[in-house]
């Protein structure tokens, strides 16, 4: 017996409808629709969520995702390049717009604008955005993280041009197919009015004119009106004929093309029209030849681009599935799996997908040394949603989805998961509850291996407690010896006690409130469950004397192991609070100490502050010294040089230098006492915020960035430009004058810096400059901008670039009507540190690109 499906057990394929939901496309959507989580290898899945979730990064960037449907033209590819077929003109404007739609995806995925469809695709095997790259034996990326993966270097980068490629040979290949369908029909499907059907349409409709002409005199002639049953012509076989009365029949001369179902009417067709309505079907005739000849040529050409097409729809149809997958993460908010090598399965924040707002967050852990999980709690608590939740989230990552959970959340790959949840007794098969679960059973013990993730709801129900109770044990044991992933619920004490006593097998349960008498839906890893059902029944309205008398026959071990569990409950609780409290101390300790630490580095601040004091008056001594030396000097010149007066000379120099150097070691002293005493805090800080548990937030922020008083001298940059702190801006920010400009710049950006003695300024007007938290990039993007936006984001990445010391960077403003090059060209032309700029080469973008170079 084949184990049952786990998909629909786990309500997988209603996740897959709404991710078809998305396809864009019919083939896609069907692909969606019949896709197995497990039907690929862990390289493949890697590289297939690394697409998935580029996609994704793609749809948050804000570029407008192509939203024009893909024709389904699967099934016309078979017909394509067979001798004599000719396509529709429904068709041929299918490929046409499934061409283009699929070229505009392509470029929209590439992050590229330009271009037309790709000439020729590699094959789709190995991934349909590995086999864009043509990579060959590159291999896609391995994302071990949370991070986004970039295109370059990895399986989306040969979508960048590919809207330029040609087929090989010089032909045009795909691009010349669309280009060739688009010159026969318009953007809606309709034929164009081509040359050689133009004189063909004239002659149509001159015949046409002289036709109604011939007709209207029969309904203009007062002798044959009252002949006619009505005063419009009708058509009879594509041919203008007049509706003739018939008692009146033998009145006008011609041939009777019909008769009405009652036999009153006769469709007649005069004998002066027979003739213009003969050369009116030639016309129509030689029409229909020369669109069949025109459609039938674009048919051939379609079909000698036949096995290009053919890859061409492949991959695009797999992009739309791959994007489906995206659209449907992107519209959920949920986060990818991280990597779990070690078979660790941890749920953080996890949320049901189809329970909706009902659904309340899980936190479950399976670590790399636990092959079981014996879940227990109340009835109604939430023990069977646990184990649909880890299930459905398994097949969800394993389709490359991303999950409604907190990051955090990891998985290991599964090459299946099997499930054995709720009732499946069957009357026709004279089968039991039990003997269905038992059946299932079988087959999963027959088909997992250690890479399965197995998952048991009521082990060993609907039967003796006992013999029950011994089966879900022994069932537990295989699968924890074979170290399968297996998680299990159940109302059985003796496995409560089995995942006590061995290894592997650890106990969680689902937390009841016994104030309200109601399952409070959490998990708690490492302590069993009650399963509270006096509590449940009583809350039910079952009579009191039948819970009392229900009380008394519960007596002895059970009784026993219940009081266990709820003192175990009760001491881990305490244990938590415990817990809690020694980190609040922690952090009430760690703040002060760093506090006391700021204090320090303030007191050493102001003694360096004295200590320049100091120096400054030294440095006045020095200048009166010189003064006093250049007399002497100048004594010696003019008097008796003598032994006395040089060794006074000398004396007054060595005692001068020593001063100095003494002064210098001790400014030098102090300073590099406070900048390492600066650099050991925050570099505490930062680790503290790394490292340290969430409840110390608020003392990490206290200290991770140190407070400058108003007048510290500080450095920034790269190029250790020298400011004073004017004042406190906002949060991690402080207004900093640096020379006659005051920058508002981010505290992690400023260093302690020597207090020289500032000259006097001249009264210089202080500019005041916003420098972003964010550093300056090395290519700005300004489409979709207008042009004030532009400049205004043009302005701040000059100022970035010049605060972080970045000499050149790039400006993307694309070409359109130009508005943008010439805001961009005229502001870089006003600011004097801008040393040079120019349009970038064709290849890096050309007009729509300038290159920006800054002075040193």
Known sequence: MLPRDSLALLEFDVIRGRVAGYAKNAESERRVLRETPWTMDEAAFQAMRDEVRFITARLASGDREPSA????????????GVEGVVLGLDAVFAVGVFLREGATLLRWLAGDEAGGVPGSVPSPEGGPLLSLAGMGSRGPPRDTSNSVPSPEGGPLQSLVGMGSREAPGGTGGLRGVEEAVFRVVDHNGVLRDLPSLRAIKKNIAALEHELQGL???????????????????????GRLVIALKANHRGKIRGLVREVSATGQTLFLEPDDVV????????????????????????????????????????????????????????????????????????????????????????????GAGCSCVVITGPNAGGKTVTLKTAGLFALMNQAGLALPAM??????????????????????QSLSTFSAHIKHISSIIERATARSLVLLDELGSGTDPLEGGAIAMAVADYFTQARIKTLVTTHHGGMKNYAWTHEGVENASLAFDENTLAPAYRVVMGVPGESHALHIAERNALPVPVVMRAREFLQGGDADVAA?????????????????????????????????????????????????????????????????????????????????????????????????????????????????????????????????????????????????????????????????????????FYAVEIGSVTMTLPETDLRAARVEKREKAGLVPSVQVEIAASPPLFELNLRGMRAEEAVDALRTQLDGAIIKGLRSFAVVHGKGDGILSRAVHDYLKSRPEVAAFGFSRPELGGFGRTEVALTE
Request: hydrophobic letters at 35%.
């Open 69 to 80: 449907y893909l024709p389904d033209i699967g099934p016309l590819l078979p017909r394509l």
């Open 215 to 237: 007709v209207k005199r029969y309904y203009a002639d007062p002798h044959t009106r009252g002949y006619l049953q009505s005063d419009v012509p009708p058509e009879r076989d």
């Open 275 to 366: 003739e213009k309505n003969n050369a009116l079907v030639i016309e129509k005739r030689a029409y229909e030849v020369e669109v069949a000849r025109i459609l039938g040529e674009l048919s051939a050409r379609i079909g000698a681009e036949s096995a290009a097409l053919r890859e061409f729809y492949e991959a695009v149809v797999a992009i739309d599935v791959l994007r489906a997958k995206a659209k449907y993460s992107f519209e959920t908010g949920g986060v990818f799996a991280g990597v779990s090598p070690d078979g660790t399965l941890r749920l953080n924040g996890a949320r049901h997908p189809l329970l909706g707002e009902k659904a309340v967050p899980l936190d479950f852990e399976m």
């Open 407 to 428: 990051e955090g959340t990891r998985l290991p790959f599964f090459d299946a998961v099997y499930a054995d949840i709720g009732d499946d007794q069957s009357i026709t």
């Open 564 to 732: 266990l569990i709820r003192v175990l409950s009760e001491k881990r609780a305490e244990a938590e609070r415990l817990k809690e409290r020694l980190l609040a101390e922690k952090a009430a300790l760690t703040e002060e100490r760093r506090r006391a630490d700021l204090r320090e580095l303030r007191l050493r601040q102001k003694e360096n502050e004295i200590l320049r004091g100091e120096a400054g008056v030294l440095r006045g001594y020095l200048r009166e010294s010189r003064k006093e030396l250049e007399n002497l000097v100048k004594e010696l010149r003019e008097g008796e040089i003598t032994r006395e007066k040089t060794r006074k000379v000398k004396d007054f120099i060595a005692a001068l230098e020593e001063k100095a150097a003494a002064s210098d070691m001790l400014i030098e002293r102090v300073e590099r006492e406070a900048a390492e005493t600066e650099r050991a805090l925050r570099e505490s800080g930062r680790e503290s915020q790394e490292n340290g548990p969430k409840s110390n937030n608020v003392a990490q922020d206290a200290v991770a960035h140190i407070p400058w008083e108003p007048g510290t001298v500080v450095l920034t940059g790269p190029h250790n430009l020298r400011g004073v702190v004017k004042r406190r801006v906002k949060q991690g």
